[in-house]
């Protein structure tokens, strides 16, 4: 290459080529722009073209671990409205998301509920991991409890479970919804041994711990559970209102509103909406 008759931008250009870094590739003339317009200082551009790169990159991971994790939806941290749940502290669950709990291999668990945000906050404590390029998966305890059922006929259960403790990071949504057999109950518990001070877990679950030996069907394998779970952990309680029923409350006064004028005769329901009534 003739580095020396090549302008500025194309030497830019094919440095960025090299790197592989098409986000900063994509962003060089408007930044450059910005700095021949005096827009932009020399330190602003740098981080500019930085920036860019690493959003594509991030985009990009996003992208694969929805494919492999299972991840059922996109949620993420700015789409969660503190104001609504006023027991989560913000600061707290922005420390979480900066994923010093992963490096250190301890878990999370969120307790509360449904409807207060559980799964949203496991799933954007996921998506945040998977963004810094960590691995990570998704399950609730039935589909995991399930998966490792069907290993275990098929003889291939230690397979699964080293795949299922591989990840830097497993949410495991939705304890306590569904009854599990003795036999699940006993797959997950050896799940957890393994992940326990090797990788962490974000756990939800919409009963208290005390009922927990309910749950797994055995009071004394659910104390042993939860002792491993709560050694390293952030316990997260979210005592709130479901925000589920918080948009139906609102659509049902947009109906109400609306039907109000021609409400003489007109199918207009006035039982409120109560917040306990909700189911996930
Ligand atoms: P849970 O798992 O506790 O039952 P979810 O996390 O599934 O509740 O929340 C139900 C729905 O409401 C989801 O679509 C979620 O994104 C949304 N949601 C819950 N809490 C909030 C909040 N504080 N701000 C924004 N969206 C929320
Ligand atoms: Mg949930």
Redesign the pocket.
């Known amino acids: 290459m003739k580095s020396a008759s090549l302008s500025r931008r194309d030497r830019l250009r094919h440095m960025l080529a090299d790197l592989r870094m098409p986000g900063g590739l994509e962003a060089l003339d408007a930044i450059l722009q910005g700095v021949d317009g005096g827009t932009l200082t020399a330190p602003e551009a740098i981080e500019q073209l930085l920036a860019a790169q690493i959003q594509l990159r991030n985009n990009r991971r996003l992208q694969a671990a929805m494919r492999s994790s299972r991840l059922p ?1 996109v ?1 993420q941290l700015h ?7 006023p027991s ?1 502290r913000r600061e707290q669950m922005e420390s979480l998301h900066e994923l010093g709990f992963v490096e250190r291999h301890e878990n999370v668990i ?1 307790l ?12 954007s404590l996921a998506i945040a991991a998977a963004q810094s390029g960590r691995r990570v998966y998704y399950g609730t305890l039935a589909d995991l409890i399930t998966s490792l059922e069907e290993a275990q006929a098929a003889g291939r259960l230690q397979a699964r479970l080293k795949v299922l403790t591989h990840p830097a990071l497993l949410v495991v ?2 304890i306590g919804y569904l009854p599990i057999t003795r036999t699940g109950a006993m797959l997950f518990f050896q799940l957890m041994t393994r992940r326990y001070e090797h990788a962490s877990t974000v756990l ?1 679950s ?1 009963k208290g711990f005390e009922e927990w030996g309910d749950v797994f069907g055995d009071d004394v394998m659910a104390a042993a559970l939860i002792d491993r779970l709560v050694h390293h952990c952030h316990l997260v309680t ?1 005592r ?1 209102n ?3 029923m ?2 139906h409350s609102e659509l049902w006064q947009t109906l109400h509103t609306a039907h109000e004028p021609e409400s003489a005769g007109g199918r207009r329901r006035r039982t409120p909406v109560r917040q306990e009534a ?1 189911t ?1």
């Open positions: 939806v949620k789409e969660f409205d503190f104001t609504f749940q989560l969120f509360g509920p449904p409807g207060v945000g559980k799964t949203h906050l496991a799933i949504d939705e939800t919409n979210i709130g479901s925000y589920r918080r948009q909700t996930t």
